[in-house]
């Protein structure tokens, strides 16, 4: 297509609009006549995600809205998600793995990424009458229900698929071992000196003693593994609020990546639900989403099954303690990461996850 790629909200334009609409299928023939920049949606503590508003010469059939993603406004973060192939993740999600799942992830019309500049940038369908999921809030059963369901529609169509890794970037079994030694091991001192005095003790203790588990966590399964979000919760989850609009919409892949399914579903309901919620509900939350996976004709035993879930709830302290560090600060992220570290670090201790690295 040729297109240069616009990385901030300022650059875009409506020729260029066009041109993107035109090669995705979208315009048929019809030129975008004006843009409006509607503001920056969520936090963006490691990507910019905008909506703009458009103006078609003829609007019949089109959309009136888009996203866009672009590298975040902090430097620094994206500097940081450059450097270790977030972005790069992302746009080969959108281009490589989304066609062949069937998750319903947005739709994009152009995904543009360079790697010598470093830039990118991501433009998507809006997700009209979807709402998005709120970490601090937390879901509803019949949220999670939804969003166990769907992660199925990842998982099933590439379990235990060789040419994952290779595609997503993924490295051999010592080489995981040792970058996420040395990454958990780099960032969690700065964690615990950001967040730590304001986590329950035996919290802390968990999140310090995973510190020298991470080989044995890395190598817990035997299970086959699968093409994985590993940021599957409420932020990251556009529910359906309005009539005719997707029941839900799964967003930010840019930590797509190849692993046990159940990381995404532990991740999923340890964040998204009160330690006493949780405790009630996810011995079905489990089970539900495996008879459906099991109904794509995966073979996952029960025992099996329950054993992987309990090893997966190590991911959500890992992911928070990671990000807290290499994502740019702000009020809002701090009382995420809190929220996120109690309930996942209590997750791990209720299910005693890190006996079953022994």
Excluded at 95 to 121: E, G, H, M, N, Q
Aim: glycine share 8%; proline share 5%.
């Amino acid at each position: 297509m040729g297109l240069d790629i616009r990385s901030a909200p300022v650059s875009m334009d409506a020729a260029w609009v066009t041109g993107v609409m035109e090669s995705a299928g979208v315009a048929r023939g019809a030129r975008v006549t004006g843009l409006e920049f509607l503001g920056y949606i969520g936090t963006g503590q490691t990507g910019a995600n905008a909506r703009f508003a458009i103006t078609w010469d003829d609007p019949a059939g089109r959309p009136a809205t888009f996203v866009t993603k672009f590298p975040s406004r902090d430097a620094q973060a994206a500097m940081t998600a450059f450097a270790n192939g977030a972005y790069l993740k992302e746009c080969t999600f959108y281009r490589s793995v989304a066609p062949t799942v069937r998750i319903r992830a947005p739709r994009t019309y152009a995904v543009l990424y360079d790697a010598d500049a470093p830039d990118f940038v991501i433009v998507m369908e809006d997700a009209v009458g979807c709402q998005q999921g709120d970490q601090l809030v937390g879901l509803t059963v019949d949220q999670a229900a939804l969003a166990a369901a769907e992660a199925v529609q990842l998982h099933a169509p590439r379990w235990g698929d060789p040419a994952l890794a290779p595609l997503l970037g993924v490295a051999d079994v010592p080489t995981q071992v040792a970058g996420f030694e040395m990454i958990y091991n780099l960032t969690l001192g700065p964690f615990l000196e950001r967040l730590g005095s304001r986590l329950d003790a035996d919290v802390v203790e968990v999140i310090q003693r995973f510190a020298g588990s991470t080989k044995e966590w890395i190598t817990a399964t035997a299970t086959p593994h699968t093409v994985v979000h590993m940021d599957y919760r409420p932020d990251n989850l556009l529910f359906g609020v309005e009539p005719g609009a997707p029941s839900l919409v799964v967003v930010d892949w840019q930590t797509a990546s190849v692993g046990p399914a159940m990381n995404d579903l532990a991740y999923l309901i340890g964040g998204g639900f009160l330690p006493e919620q949780r405790a009630a509900v996810e011995r079905e939350l489990v089970e539900h989403y495996r008879t459906r996976l099991t109904a794509e004709g995966i073979a996952y035993d029960a025992e099996t099954c329950w054993r992987d879930y309990r090893v997966a709830t190590l991911w959500g302290i890992a992911l928070t303690v990671i990000a807290t560090t290499l994502a740019a600060e702000t009020e809002r992220g701090n009382e995420m990461f809190i929220a996120m570290a109690q309930r996942h670090g209590r997750h791990a201790i209720d299910l005693d996850a890190l006996s079953l690295l022994r």
